[in-house]
């Protein structure tokens, strides 16, 4: 059964700092991964979707990578802001016409 | 604007209720998913539906009962069979097709037992 692990499930940086979130994953055959931003008792917002073909996509500060051979994903946040404080998701769709199966996130906090 | 609605924001349950929560997205998605968050477990599916009137469990369906009788909707049934039902309800929908989109969520169902 897929899982999908984050790590670290906490992280706190000063303003400015470029930091990478982790996301592994057990079973490499998935169809897509998708990067989700969480604020305090709201819903998700998508960041960003890689297809399985992909390697990474990019919107404005941020970059996702996929690796599927070692099951990693990496969301890359440059030049962070306290604005950018909040919880990431990282979530899988072993394969099409599945549901997403997610990590614990983590919880980022970028200090002023 | 195109999204997920979801209603109501806080719901209160007494023992031995059942309660139904709400929702509706205008984004003409075929799937639409049920998930429950507690605090440090993440999220865990419930139900989900690929197309109207099909519907399939997920990790935790005891306790819970879906309908999907139109496609912009998939209300959720929280049933006194649930024991522990405190916690937050996110609804999601994606298109289907050759290749699937972004999946939306909506903005979440707080429910407590009081």
């Known amino acids: 059964k897929q899982e999908v692990t984050q790590i670290p499930a906490a992280l706190s940086v000063p303003e400015g700092e470029n930091l990478v979130l982790n996301c592994s994953f057990t079973?490499?055959?998935?169809?897509?991964l998708q990067w989700f931003r969480q604020d305090p008792g709201k819903g998700l917002t998508s960041l960003l979707l890689i297809q399985s073909s992909q390697r990474e996509q990019t919107s404005g500060r941020l970059n996702a990578s996929l690796d599927k051979s070692s099951g990693r994903s990496t969301l890359y946040i440059a030049a962070s802001q306290p604005g950018d404080s909040a919880t990431y998701l990282c979530a899988v769709r072993p394969q099409a016409g599945t549901a997403l199966i997610f990590g614990k996130g983590t919880t980022l906090s970028v200090s002023s | 604007d195109g999204g997920i609605t979801q209603s109501p924001k806080y719901l209160f349950r007494k023992e031995g209720q059942n309660v139904t929560l709400s929702c509706e997205q205008n984004l003409n998605h075929d799937a639409m998913y049920w998930y429950r968050q507690d605090p440090g477990q993440g999220l865990r599916l419930i139900y989900y539906?690929?197309?109207?009137?099909?519907?399939q469990k997920g990790d935790i369906a005891e306790g819970y009962s879906v309908s999907r009788e139109k496609k912009e909707s998939f209300p959720l049934t929280v049933t006194s069979a649930q024991k522990n039902p405190t916690a937050f309800y996110l609804c999601?929908?994606?298109?289907?097709?050759?290749?699937?989109?972004?999946?939306?969520f909506g903005q979440g169902t707080r429910l407590t037992v009081v």
């Open positions: 999601a929908s994606t298109s289907r097709g050759p290749r699937y989109t972004e999946a939306f």
């Open positions: 079973d490499s055959a998935i169809y897509n």
């Open positions: 539906s690929q197309i109207v009137n099909d519907f």
